[in-house]
């Protein structure tokens, strides 16, 4: 009897030391495997490509790199003084038309006037240019209207609330029409994607608290489940000329789970944490009860 507790006492470190480490794989094995986390996590936001659709030489920059702006705050002037004479031109063209259609109104009134006294085709052909007039009128109404929208336009001003990044444009550059000039970050859709293997999606629901860790950071970021992508590219599978799929003829024994992204929406963010979009970040979701329980 004092043989084999003298002997239990010598293994007991050991036996400590093996329970220990079976309960050290068990939390491994739940922490890496069944636990919804991971640190593929990216900060993301909504780029807007500042675009504008008239061209021209750009007359003035009102901002500087990485400055923030409000909706409707000025970012640049495209050659204002070409686009305000265009207009002018298109008013002087306005009321050319009213004077043609003016005199063209009052040629035919005069033919009703006399009557028989004037031939029918005489007629006709000045009802016809009144008809004209009328037209062409409508037509420099137009032209009008469009050279006040393109002088309107000369104004590029921010469309959301952001920050203007990697600002590259400066008074004389030449901008096309259709030609990105700046980008802002919309700062209203900054938000966290986490790229979680599709092993781990029973365990996330909509909705679920989710904390966020951005590397570098010592507090967390707090926020829900907004949405699970619907969708990932196929990688083994692209679309031939006649259309038909073209799958690889290869496949490896060994697969890696496909990882699916979790848009979450942030609801609290220390006022010490610099959201920037690309920053990298883990991203930990609280499991469903029901699958936390089972």
């Known amino acids: 009897m004092n043989r084999l507790a003298a002997l239990l006492t010598r293994s007991a470190a050991t036996i400590a030391i093996v329970i220990a480490a079976l309960f050290v794989a068990v939390w ?21 490509r500042v675009t504008p659709d008239i061209g021209g030489l750009v007359t003035s920059v ?3 790199d990485n400055q923030a702006v ?3 705050d000025p970012l640049f002037v495209i050659d204002t003084p070409r686009y305000a004479l265009a207009l002018r031109q298109a008013e002087a063209q306005v009321a050319s038309a009213r ?6 109104r009052r040629t035919a009134k005069r033919d009703l006037a006399l009557g028989d006294l004037v031939a029918t085709e005489s007629h006709e052909q000045n009802l016809a240019a009144v008809a004209t007039a009328e037209a062409a009128l409508a037509q420099a109404i137009s032209a009008r209207d469009a050279a006040a929208l393109n002088l309107k336009r000369t104004r590029i001003t921010a469309s959301v609330n952001g920050v203007v990044t990697n600002l590259d444009l400066h008074p004389g550059d030449y901008v096309a029409a259709g030609q990105q000039a700046m980008a802002v970050i919309d700062r209203d859709s900054l938000r966290v994607e986490g790229y979680f293997e599709e092993t781990k999606l029973p365990l996330i629901r909509i909705g679920a608290p989710v904390h966020v860790r951005l590397m570098g950071e010592a507090s967390d970021v707090t926020g829900h489940v ?3 992508a619907y969708g990932i590219n196929d990688t083994s599978r692209t679309d031939s000329g006649n259309l038909l799929p073209s799958v690889e003829p290869t496949f490896s024994w060994v697969r890696l789970a496909q990882r699916i992204p979790v848009r979450v929406r942030l609801d609290h963010v220390p006022a010490d944490v610099r959201l920037i979009a690309g920053r990298t970040a883990t991203v930990t979701v609280e499991p469903a009860k029901e699958a936390r329980h089972g």
């Open 226 to 228: 907004e949405s699970i």
């Open 62 to 64: 009102s901002v500087r």
């Open 70 to 72: 409000k909706a409707g």
């Open 28 to 48: 491994m094995w739940t922490h890496y495997e069944r636990s919804p986390w991971t640190r593929d996590g990216r900060v993301r936001a909504d780029v807007v």
């Open 99 to 104: 004077a043609t259609l003016g005199q063209a």
